[in-house]
């Protein structure tokens, strides 16, 4: 509302006065001021818009046209009232696009009109509705359609005739009206004008028709002999004869008011026929008229000229102009006169809707005389007058800020043009001095409309004008400037005003301190002029030759090449639709000038000018030359227009050019980076505009020269184009689509490509380089060269191994010291002799070189053997022991499966598929799609392309969920099959547990078995076929044996010796390398040969057992003797393998030898089962091996900065080992502890000491003899070693548990093994200082009492190794049991039992402690002390700050109360069912302990939950403290319920109403002590349950249960009395 306000403002400021007028304009022109006051200044707006886009179409036959409304019983035609229903139905075939209009005096238009008439007479045309709108709007557009339209030409000589009776009508229509009422202005403008006039379609097509008229006076008639207007002069009568013209008069002479429109409306009709009326009939009649008329136009007043209707004076003067052509010679000249003097005066007024009128008006002068239209002014006088009474400058003086102004003012002066004197152009020119940007502008406009028809002076002094304001303006006049000088030129395309345009841009470009912005706008216009001009090619050339004369003359020459490349693209029209003689062109242009000789010099003339800019240094990119433009300008000027030429001319860049280019931007010592990688990019964005013998140039001479530790990725990006260019050309790579292949062995830059790889710096170039490597070493060979895999890898591992060579001689800073030193043993003569030689490397360089080709042969050896599709004969050494245990939880959306598998790190990606495939009852290549970690984040296989890779080759190492994606339309046909499958024929059966052909039973589970070595069979048959005897296997096979691993360890001593003299650099990345490239290549034979080499003898010797041989017969007394022999050689065997001080023997090579003793003990078949190898483990087992493994365990096994991942590696398979040998158990089928799980105490009344009087668990019965032999092992070490052993175990799960393995070689010594009696505890309660857990630094490096609590988290191979640890601990325990005491006697034994049960991060740590230890109280032993005892005071006197009033503590102490869960499940199997004997034993009394635990119970105050809760506060760590805390007290409460010389009756009294009130349902007592009409706030902060978890809860909820079960008392009490006050 408020803009529809100002436009109403703005417009009423404008000279508009009629508020009225205004909106309607504003409305149609939908809120545009600029359009409404065009609507208010053309003729004056009709209340209806005759509808004037029909489309013309004939006449329609009367036969066809629907019946009239009289036809159908309409109006008889004798009412006063107008005939309604005939506008009605006129009007539907009017508007319409198909319209017909009615002709006869008896249908619609004719009543109409008859009506019209009739009412007129009456003075009522303008009272009925229904007539004012047939004579507003429906009269118009019917006679419009029926004189105007082309169809008029096309219609017979009946509805000729009709047409004519219509016009007879409608004559006499205007006759009444002219007696009665006011003139009717529409009526005699839009209808009867266009009647008579004789131009109208109708005249046009009946100027033959003879005229009828046969009246008494004669006003009009023909002058010509051929067009005799005869219907026209009938007319003409017949309204002269019923008194039209002495009616016109009349209004004149009436006295009447008239104003202009009626004026005109009256003479106009007959100013349109004026040429037929006879002049001495007519002219004494309108005589009197006409001078009227013209002495109103003489003498209108101020008022009147900035009125609305001012253009109805035009028309009074043109209707009168029209008359007096033909009647009054004389008075034409006086028209003339009027018009321009109301044009003049109209100018002189300050409105702007007068001066806009006179604006208009004047141009439709000009216009008609300009195309002589009629008797109308001639141009010169027109200009003459213009000039003589200055119109422009009083046009000029208005409103030149509106855009429609400034159109009519446009129009003005480019009429004057070459009339125009200096004066007045100087006069508007300078109107643009300090005017606002738009009106110069529009000033602009005015004078580049005009331009075009200056004369050579005119446009001499135009050019002086703008320079002299170029001089005086600022930049943003110079802008508005050149676009004018450009508009001009684009407008002036002929003759000498362009060419002065372009001469003009051209000198203002170079003007010194033009801004840049400035110069690229002036280049762009002078372009655009040029482009638009008849003689471009002519002007093109000479511009192009002042543009290099430019870049010879000066080394500023930016803006010159900037214009010489934008001269060449408007060549090439910039696009590929150039044609071959415009490439021609450019091509002749370089010969002529020798362009590209000339940019290459100008390119190191500014490259040297940006140095010395610099004060000799490298140019930085933003580095200013000439004051305007920087260096990069300069720098991409040069190559973005060499490179245009290049390729749109059709132009190879020479060699020479080349070296320029080269020399300039990278060889040069003063080139910047960016020099350099400008160069690089150009170089590869132009390799096509280079000859293949200039490639190979640039390829060999530079890029081969680039130093490969500086390599950028611009460089790499160009060598890596080139090379391929290069081999290319020479046929040694082939293109095959997208793909490049490799056609001829070496391609040239092989040994760059290697230079790459080992020393550039940046890792993911490097990254690159190894891909291209490998792609030309194997992956992209072709296949005629993939002929002989063998040799191909044997040359490359040969090559990786001659780079390690000479790296590791560099690594030693001695090099006579370093050739014969043990770690270069194994380099050749050669390499040694060379050593002198050797440039001095830093050793950071080296030891990158190295990780590199160790990299690269990991890549290389993985790339191809995961192409392998067949299950592995010949394994690689990752796959032929047992790796870390994995629980892969299995889920897959399509048929909502979801279970949990049980896998080890190094097992193979298929049987993982596998197992998922036996488990979904599909074929395996229906689980299509594995996607292990998170959705989105995690890694994705896709089918069988990585079946050979293994887990941890993933990056599995840990427990994962794994998502499959199964067919499900497979699963479902497997479904239908149901329990026929198995017995479909040819079809593998998916539920087969192995028992057929299998005697071990062994299975996917991997337990140990008594049978023979060899491949057991998996559930899953189609496993097994990849293994067997026959053709296939053979073919197989002989596969495998061209896989590059199997090559590499075919090659002998050398390359293993290599990787082991490598992995003592010591260097953490090279170890990781060398252990990945060792688990891609089968075992080293040389080890495994030894350790087959223990149990070779005893084959040979005897297949029988040793408990079996009789040693009687002297026969085998020497077969005995010799079998000793050969196992005393199998040890010293076993000691070089696995004894660290053992010669040449490193931690690195201890751990690999494990590796492969843990693949022969515990062999992994080819379907991924553990089958036993029980001769090779009980001749290990005779030859000492358990002493040897068992040793590594010791503190001083392996030194102290041996690396971390090693020592775990080591400790892991050493314990696996040990548990499989001495349990039988392999680590994958280890018991994985339920998270959270607590026991249920025992029985009451039950003497928990006589234990040792129980059966102890039956034996585990073993399938194999190898446990046995290793039990009787164990037996027979004596006192000191089986302590040692039990020492080392606790060491190493402590230091697991702690994360810290190091730990593990702190000592623990020996005491008196005599447990001193138990001290009287009366009360169990700890204070929360009594703890001895220390953060402090100086625990760091020894195992005592916190080590564990320091630790945050551990990870999952410190838990592993602990539990494992844990395991075998209780294991030897149990195995000896009568050295029980030698435990119990161990320095710290009872904090690392605290530490491991509370102390340890691993939940899963806690958890098997709780288990084995459960499991210790059970064992049966001689010693005075029962484990239950030893545990029980240890716990009892354990310093834990477990029974503080509230968890607000911080550091070491919360996080013991978080996990307490175990101790007091342990403490409450401990305590739980105690009899009074027991109890004195123990000196402890449950009765006081129960009373302690109550008194804890009643003050322990629990944190509260906080409504908004901010992560620092902790309240939430607090509430899980509280909710454990809780949970363990009820435990050991409920435990203690169960021992003797308990009242549960007066306990339960307490302890019922404690925990219902407080603890589970404090609402409960707010309700029983009438406070419920307390608000819910206050209820809230004085009631609320102190139990804050699940784990509470229930611990509660059971005691609660306890407290009830045989207690009626209770039951009743509490019950009843609740029930009856709730």
């Known amino acids: 509302m408020e803009q529809e306000d100002e436009n109403i403002s703005l417009l009423l400021n404008m000279g508009f006065p009629d508020v009225r007028a205004i909106k309607r304009a504003l409305k149609l022109s939908n809120g545009d001021v600029n359009e409404a006051v065009i609507f208010l200044t053309e003729q004056p707006l009709s209340s209806y818009t005759t509808v004037d886009d029909l489309r013309d179409v004939e006449m329609a036959d009367p036969a066809h046209r629907p019946p009239t409304y009289d036809e159908v019983g309409g109006d008889n035609g004798n009412s006063?009232?107008?005939?309604?229903?005939?506008?009605?139905?006129?009007?539907?075939?009017?508007?319409?696009?198909?319209?017909?209009?009615?002709?006869?005096?008896?249908?619609?238009?004719?009543?109409?009109?008859?009506?019209?008439?009739?009412?007129?007479?009456?003075?009522?045309?303008?009272?009925?509705?229904?007539?004012?709108?047939?004579?507003?709007?429906?009269?118009?557009?019917?006679?419009?359609?029926?004189?105007?339209?082309?169809?008029?030409?096309?219609?017979?000589?009946?509805?000729?005739?009709?047409?004519?009776?219509?016009?007879?009508?409608?004559?006499?229509l205007v006759i009444v009206r002219l007696k009665h009422g006011s003139v009717p202005e529409a009526l005699l403008k839009d209808v009867f004008a266009l009647a008579l006039d004789s131009d109208c379609e109708w005249n046009q097509k009946n100027k033959h028709r003879p005229a009828e008229f046969t009246g008494d006076v004669i006003y009009a008639e023909s002058t010509s002999q051929f067009e005799s207007y005869g219907w026209l002069m009938d007319l003409i009568n017949i309204f002269g004869n019923r008194g039209g013209l002495e009616l016109v008069a009349g209004h004149f002479s009436s006295g009447e008011e008239l104003d202009a429109g009626q004026m005109a409306a009256l003479l106009l009709p007959l100013g349109q026929c004026a040429k037929f009326l006879i002049m001495e009939v007519t002219c004494p009649i309108l005589l009197p008229a006409v001078t009227l008329a013209l002495q109103y136009v003489a003498t209108l007043e101020e008022k009147q000229l900035k009125g609305q209707k001012i253009g109805s004076c035009y028309e009074l003067l043109e209707a009168v102009r029209l008359l007096c052509v033909s009647l009054w010679p004389e008075k034409v000249q006086r028209t003339s006169d009027l018009r321009l003097e109301m044009i003049i005066r109209m100018l002189k007024t300050p409105h702007f809707s007068a001066r806009m009128n006179a604006l208009k008006e004047l141009a439709r002068l000009i216009e008609d005389s300009e195309r002589r239209r009629g008797n109308v002014i001639d141009a010169d006088i027109i200009q003459e007058w213009m000039t003589s009474k200055r119109v422009l400058s009083l046009a000029l003086e208005g409103n030149i800020d509106q855009v429609q102004y400034t159109d009519r003012m446009k129009e003005l002066v480019e009429f004057m043009g070459p009339k125009l004197q200096e004066e007045e152009l100087s006069r508007i020119w300078y109107m643009a001095e300090k005017a606002s940007p738009h009106v110069v502008d529009n000033i602009h406009r005015i004078m580049a409309a005009a331009a075009t028809r200056f004369s050579p002076h005119q446009f001499d002094h135009l050019l002086s004008l703008i320079r002299k304001s170029w001089d005086d303006g600022n930049d943003r006049l110079r802008e508005k400037l050149l676009s004018f000088i450009g508009k001009i030129g684009q407008d002036s395309r002929l003759g000498r005003t362009a060419e002065k345009m372009l001469d003009a841009l051209w000198a203002l470009a170079r003007v010194p301190a033009l801004p840049p912005r400035l110069v690229h706008q002036a280049m762009n216009e002078h372009l655009t002029i040029l482009n638009e001009s008849a003689t471009r090619d002519q002007l093109r050339k000479s511009y192009i030759v002042r543009c290099v004369e430019d870049i010879k003359r000066s080394p500023a020459v930016y803006l010159p090449l900037k214009q010489l490349h934008y001269l060449a693209q408007s060549i090439t029209k910039g696009g590929a639709s150039y044609f071959k003689t415009e490439k021609a062109t450019l091509s002749e242009l370089n010969r002529s000038h020798e362009i590209v000789k000339l940019i290459t010099l100008s390119l190191g003339k500014c490259h040297a000018l940006a140095v010395s800019t610099c004060g000799n240094q490298q140019p930085p990119p933003s580095t200013l030359i000439d004051g305007k433009y920087t260096h990069d300008d300069y720098l991409r000027v040069h190559l973005e227009f060499l490179q245009f030429l290049l390729k749109e001319g059709d132009i190879y860049l020479a060699w020479p050019r080349c070296k320029d280019i080269w020399d300039t931007l990278v060889a040069n010592s003063k080139a910047s980076g960016y020099d350099k990688e400008t160069c690089f990019a150009w170089f590869s964005g132009c390799r096509g505009d280079l000859e293949s013998s200039t490639q190979r140039d640039l390829f060999c001479e530079k890029l081969l020269r680039l130093d490969p530790v500086t390599m950028t990725r611009a460089a790499f990006t160009c060598f890596v184009d080139y090379f391929h260019a290069v081999n290319l050309n020479d046929h040694k790579l082939i293109r095959n689509g997208n793909v490049i292949v490799v056609d001829k062995l070496e391609p040239l830059g092989m040994e760059f490509i290697w230079q790459l790889v080992l020393e550039c710096q940046e890792e993911q170039l490097a990254e690159e380089a190894m891909k291209l490597l490998l792609d030309m070493s194997y992956m992209s060979l072709s296949a005629r060269l993939r002929r002989d895999p063998p040799q191909l890898h044997a040359k490359f591992i040969s090559e990786c191994y001659r780079k390690l060579e000479k790296s590791m001689l560099r690594v030693n800073e001695t090099a006579v010291g370093a050739a014969v030193s043990t770690a270069t043993k194994t380099l050749t003569a050669m390499a040694v002799s060379?050593?002198?030689?050797?440039?001095?490397?830093?050793?950071?360089?080296?030891?990158?070189?190295?990780?590199?080709?160790?990299?690269?042969?990991?890549?290389?050896?993985?790339?191809?053997?995961?192409?392998?599709?067949?299950?592995?004969?010949?394994?690689?050494?990752?796959?032929?022991?047992?790796?870390?245990?994995?629980?892969?939880?299995?889920?897959?959306?399509?048929?909502?499966?979801?279970?949990?598998?049980?896998?080890?790190?190094?097992?193979?990606?298929?049987?993982?598929?596998?197992?998922?495939?036996?488990?979904?009852?599909?074929?395996?290549?229906?689980?299509?799609?594995?996607?292990?970690?998170?959705?989105?984040?995690?890694?994705?296989?896709?089918?069988?392309?990585?079946?050979?890779?293994?887990?941890?080759?993933?990056?599995?190492?840990?427990?994962?969920?794994?998502?499959?994606?199964?067919?499900?339309?497979?699963?479902?046909?497997?479904?239908?099959?149901?329990?026929?499958?198995?017995?479909?024929?040819?079809?593998?059966?998916?539920?087969?547990?192995?028992?057929?052909?299998?005697?071990d039973g062994a299975g996917g589970s991997g337990a140990a078995s008594g049978a023979s070595a060899g491949p057991s069979r998996l559930g899953v048959r189609s496993f097994s076929a990849a293994v067997g005897d026959g053709h296939g296997s053979q073919y197989n096979l002989d596969q495998e044996k061209q896989l590059p691993g199997v090559v590499m360890a075919s090659q002998g001593r050398d390359v293993f010796s290599m990787l082991y003299q490598l992995a003592q650099l010591e260097e953490s990345r090279i170890v990781d390398a060398v252990r990945r490239v060792l688990y891609l290549v089968p075992t080293d034979p040389n080890v495994a040969d030894k350790f087959d080499s223990i149990c070779s003898a005893g084959i040979a010797t005897s297949d029988a057992s040793p408990r079996t041989t009789p040693y009687g017969s002297p026969a085998k007394r020497d077969k005995i003797r010799d079998k000793e022999k050969d196992r005393e050689t199998g040890r010293e065997v076993l000691r070089r393998l696995l004894d660290l001080n053992a010669a040449d023997m490193t931690p690195f090579r201890l751990l690999y030898n494990m590796e492969v003793l843990s693949g022969k003990i515990m062999p992994v078949s080819v379907e991924g089962s553990m089958n036993s190898n029980a001769h090779f483990c009980e001749e290990f087992l005779m030859c000492g091996g358990l002493s040897l493994i068992t040793a590594l365990l010791q503190k001083d096994s392996l030194p102290q900065e041996v690396d971390y991942e090693i020592r775990q590696s080591v400790y892991l398979i050493t314990l696996q080992i040990l548990r499989y040998l001495l349990c039988g158990s392999t680590p994958r089928g280890q018991e994985v502890p339920v998270i959270g799980q607590q026991p249920h105490p025992g029985p009451p009344k039950r003497s928990a000491l006589d234990s040792s009087a129980q059966a102890s668990p039956p034996p585990i019965s073993f399938s194999s003899l190898t446990p046995i032999i290793a039990n009787r092992v164990i037996l027979g070490f004596s006192a000191e070693e089986w302590s040692e052993m039990v020492s080392n175990l606790m060491r190493v799960s402590w230091a697991g548990a702690a994360g810290k393995l190091y730990l593990s070689s702190a000592t623990l010594t020996m005491r008196d093994p005599t447990l001193s009696p138990p001290e009287n505890c009366k009360s169990s309660r700890q204070s929360s200082t009594g703890s001895a857990h220390s953060s402090s630094s100086d625990s760091e490096g020894v195992l005592q009492c916190g080590v564990c609590v320091q630790q945050t988290t551990i990870s999952p191979t410190d838990s592993l190794i602990a539990s494992q640890a844990l395991h075998l601990l209780v294991a030897c325990l149990r195995f000896r049991p009568q050295l029980i005491d030698r435990w119990y006697g161990m320095v710290n034994v009872k904090d690392f039992i605290v530490e491991v049960l509370v102390g340890c991060s691993s939940q899963e740590v806690r958890e098997v402690t709780y288990q084995q230890f459960t499991n210790l109280i059970n064992m049966s032993t001689p010693s005075e002390v029962h484990p239950k005892q030893f545990l029980t005071q240890v716990l009892l006197k354990a310093p834990l700050p477990l029974w503080v009033p509230s968890t607000s503590a911080r550091g070491a102490t919360l996080k013991l109360l978080s996990q307490c869960t175990q101790y007091f499940s342990l403490r409450s199997k401990l305590l739980s069912g105690l009899c009074a004997k027991d109890q004195e034993f123990l000196g402890i009394s449950a009765h006081q302990m129960l009373e302690d635990e109550t008194g804890w119970l009643t003050n322990f105050t629990a944190t509260r939950e906080a409504a908004r809760e901010r992560p620092e506060s902790g309240i939430s760590s607090l509430r899980h403290a509280d909710n454990v805390l809780l949970a363990g007290h009820l435990t050991l409460i409920t435990a203690l319920l169960s021992c003797e010389g308990i009242n549960k009756e007066e306990t339960g009294a307490t302890l019922i109403p404690l925990l219902v009130f407080e603890y589970l349902f404090p609402a409960s007592k707010l309700v029983l002590e009438g406070g419920s009409e307390q608000d819910s706030l206050s209820a809230s902060r004085n009631y609320w349950a102190k139990c804050t978890g699940k784990e509470s809860r229930l611990a509660a909820y059971q005691l609660l249960v306890h407290l009830v079960t045989q207690s009626q008392h209770h039951l009743k009490q509490h019950y009843l009395c609740w029930s009856s006050r709730l």
């Not at 004969?873 to 959306?893: E, K, N, Q, R, W």
């Open 80 to 172: 006063m009232e107008f005939p309604t229903t005939n506008l009605y139905e006129l009007e539907s075939r009017v508007f319409t696009d198909t319209w017909s209009i009615p002709y006869k005096r008896e249908e619609s238009l004719g009543k109409c009109l008859v009506a019209a008439a009739r009412l007129a007479e009456e003075g009522l045309c303008d009272a009925d509705e229904s007539c004012h709108r047939f004579m507003d709007r429906c009269l118009p557009e019917c006679f419009h359609k029926l004189l105007a339209n082309g169809a008029v030409r096309r219609w017979g000589l009946e509805i000729q005739e009709g047409v004519f009776n219509m016009l007879d009508l409608l004559t006499n």
């Open 834 to 999: 060379d050593l002198g030689g050797l440039p001095t490397t830093s050793r950071n360089s080296c030891i990158q070189h190295i990780r590199r080709v160790l990299v690269l042969a990991e890549r290389y050896v993985s790339s191809i053997e995961e192409q392998h599709p067949a299950p592995r004969s010949l394994p690689p050494h990752g796959a032929s022991f047992t790796g870390m245990p994995v629980i892969l939880h299995v889920s897959c959306d399509s048929n909502k499966m979801d279970m949990n598998f049980e896998c080890h790190s190094n097992e193979r990606l298929g049987l993982v598929r596998g197992k998922i495939a036996n488990y979904a009852r599909v074929p395996l290549d229906q689980v299509q799609t594995l996607s292990f970690g998170e959705i989105g984040g995690g890694i994705l296989v896709n089918g069988g392309e990585q079946d050979n890779r293994l887990l941890h080759q993933l990056g599995v190492t840990t427990n994962t969920s794994l998502a499959a994606k199964i067919n499900i339309s497979s699963a479902a046909q497997l479904k239908e099959v149901g329990d026929t499958w198995d017995e479909l024929p040819g079809t593998a059966s998916y539920c087969d547990t192995g028992e057929e052909g299998s005697s």
